[in-house]
């Protein structure tokens, strides 16, 4: 009887033990690229995207205030990707996110044509999620990253500050993540 107990307790614990396995993720390939760009009113400027670059522009609104956006230059350059950029949902502009905010596939994306940035006025250093989708197979894979930001207060000073994307495809990261 104590043989059949031991035998129970022993594969009980097997059990448990290969139940709780976690599935192993790939390993992380993060590029981070400091950038140090300042922009300011009706001067734009750019860095790099997926297939097009990515431009940072202060405009001047008729009510005299500034408007910052994100778009994409109109020469693509010869690939298989797109870029998004991580929205709000309910207003369609770019989501200002805190550091350790998740960036994956269970967010909400839009294309980066004329995204309002206005939201991250006066907020300090906040993080721009992006994801960049390539299929070069046939099939679909992300690269998800951010970008670090700090606009004014008067929307009228735009610093881009560093970035990073993990090119593990469809991996996420996390904002400030750089390793």
Known sequence: MKL????????????LFSCNKKEELPEDNII?????????????????????????????????????????NNQMVLCDAYTEILANIHTGNALPLYKDHKISEHNNWAHPHGISLDDFAGKGEMYIGYRAALYPSGQVYYNYGWIKIELSSDKKTLKIIDRATNYTENKYIKTGQNK
Do not use: H
């Not at 059949?4 to 059990?15: H, M």
């Not at 760009?37 to 097009?52: F, M, N, P, R």
């Open 4 to 15: 059949f107990k031991i035998t129970f307790l022993f594969a009980i614990l097997i059990s």
């Open 32 to 72: 981070y690229k400091a950038i140090d760009k300042t922009i300011t009113e009706l001067v734009c400027d750019s860095i790099d995207g997926a297939c097009y670059n990515l431009i940072f522009e202060i405009e001047e609104s008729k009510q005299s205030d500034c408007t910052v956006s994100i778009r994409l």
